[in-house]
């Protein structure tokens, strides 16, 4: 089981300042104005129990409605989980982009000595690629040796001390392991600690003013599992990737980058995954979107053809179907875009 780490921050005057330095506050809109239906908002709010934190609805780029449990509020930072992935990955798209990472394709094994010296000849061809989506073949860490991975003393070697599990490329298991290994060369290959690089490249850019990040035994950022924030912030994060990567007339994040990522990139079981985004069809029309997901219930739900985004914190270990259950009801009470 793993154990939930929840901060509360009370800051909001510092975290609205910086907003505003960045050039960007959240609008407020109205379920009227922005063309949902108000009655199926207050039923979904109402369905809630003492498990959810936070809900936030945005449309055209401003906040409609939200939810906060008592106790709560607009400057409370969670744990994002595993969301901490689609975040990672958009690092390593922005590195691509500045020339430190010549592509996916590249052997992961250039980037980490550790598996260069792997005595498992096929350890040594697991690309970028691979571990962007989940195919690397590697003992997968979401699994019943979870809670003995986190407590090791070195989390990566104890990923790459295993016999693989697959041959790359052949086999979808979805692993914060790999996750980490991506942190791990994001960190060898711009020479900054990952928090570091994601406040100048990303966070920054965009006025993320309230994100944390954790870290493995040798202090390596936690990007699979271990970024944290304000559940706004975690709603311009999916505003940036609906608007394909873009703030403000810059390109933050490369625009194929945010296609590629939101794109079929490996299958498994019906579930269609990206790079580090989960691909899904929402509502009676099955409009098609992708969303961050981390255990316990953290979501970013992206809505393109609708210009939706609906953001989740909580902690509930057990079935999620109502997450994706209520956020259909938020779709279907959604009009066309007018």
Not at 120 to 145: C, E, F, R, W
Request: glycine share 10%.
């Amino acid at each position: 089981m793993r154990k939930r780490i929840k901060v509360t921050l009370a800051c909001a005057t510092l975290i609205a300042a910086c907003a505003g330095a960045f050039g960007f506050e959240w609008e407020k809109s109205t379920p009227e104005e922005s063309g949902i239906k108000r009655d199926v908002i207050e039923k979904v709010f109402s369905s809630f129990d003492d498990d959810v934190y936070s809900c936030v609805i945005i449309r055209d780029g401003k906040i409609v409605d939200e939810y906060f449990k008592e106790g709560y509020g607009q400057s409370s930072v969670f744990t994002l989980q595993s969301c901490s992935k689609s975040i990672t990955s958009a690092l390593v798209g922005i590195a691509i982009e500045q020339g430190y990472i010549k592509s996916v394709d590249d052997y992961a094994a250039d980037y980490l000595p550790a598996i260069s010296k792997s005595k498992y000849p096929a350890m040594k061809k697991i690309t970028l690629k691979q571990l962007l989506n989940h195919t690397s073949g590697l003992v997968g860490t979401d699994s019943k040796i979870w809670s003995q991975w986190r407590r090791s003393s070195d989390w990566i070697d104890f990923i790459l001390s295993r016999p693989m599990t697959a041959s790359p490329g052949t086999y979808f298991e979805y692993s914060t392991g790999n996750t980490h290994l991506l942190s791990a060369i994001l960190e060898k290959a711009t020479g900054k600690k990952l928090l570091d690089y994601a406040q100048e490249v990303l966070f920054g850019k965009i006025g993320i003013s309230s994100a944390g990040l954790g870290t493995d035994p040798q202090g390596v950022g936690d990007g699979g599992n271990g970024f944290s924030m304000t559940a706004y912030d975690m709603g311009r994060f999916g505003l940036l990737f609906l608007n394909g990567g873009k703030w403000d007339g810059v390109q933050v994040i490369p625009e194929k980058w945010v296609k590629d990522s939101t794109s079929i990139q490996a299958r498994r079981n019906g579930s269609r995954y990206g790079y580090q985004w989960w691909l899904r069809n929402y509502g009676k029309e099955g409009y098609l979107g992708y969303n961050a997901q981390g255990y316990g219930g953290e979501y970013i739900f992206v809505v393109p053809q609708l210009n939706l985004i609906v953001v989740y914190t909580s902690w509930h270990e057990g079935n999620v179907d109502s997450y994706f259950y209520n956020v259909d009801k938020i779709v279907n009470a959604t009009s066309k875009k007018r």
